[in-house]
Nanobody
Framework: QVQLVESGGGLVQPGGSLRLSCAAS????????MGWYRQAPGKQRELVAT???????NYTDSVKGRFTISRDNAKKTVYLQMNSLKPEDTAVYYC?????????????WGQGTQVTVSS
């Protein structure tokens, strides 16, 4: 069982920056693919960025060049550095962990952290 706890959300002005953190406990963090998703009011949850166990990253087009996902396996933490924030980035951001198929292929979610971009 993996538990995920997000932090770092808040209110920021357009053009500002925030760094989200997701601390994991349980499981074998280094083997898990990790990701960030977001859900805006009235919209479906969407993928923001992912990182594989080997550190390969992937981003949705709308955040490329502005957001950076990274992981620290020693600290069992994944980060999302968000720069040049826009009002349309406003959403609840969720951390996601996926264990390898050989470990069961389980999917875990954090409770979410609110990011609001507004002047």
């Amino acid at each position: 069982q993996v538990q995920l706890v997000e932090s770092g959300g808040g209110l920021v002005q357009p053009g500002g920056s925030l760094r989200l953190s997701c601390a994991a406990s349980g499981g074998i963090f280094s083997r898990n693919a990790m990701g960030w998703y977001r859900q805006a009011p009235g919209k479906q949850r969407e993928l923001v960025a992912t990182t594989t166990s080997r550190g390969t990253t992937n981003y949705t087009d709308s955040v490329k060049g502005r957001f950076t996902i990274s992981r620290d396996n020693a600290k069992k933490t994944v980060y999302l550095q968000m720069n040049s924030l826009k009002p349309e980035d406003t959403a609840v951001y969720y951390c996601n962990a996926r264990s390898p198929v050989l470990d069961g292929g389980f999917v875990y979610w954090g409770q979410g952290t609110q990011v609001t971009v507004s002047s």
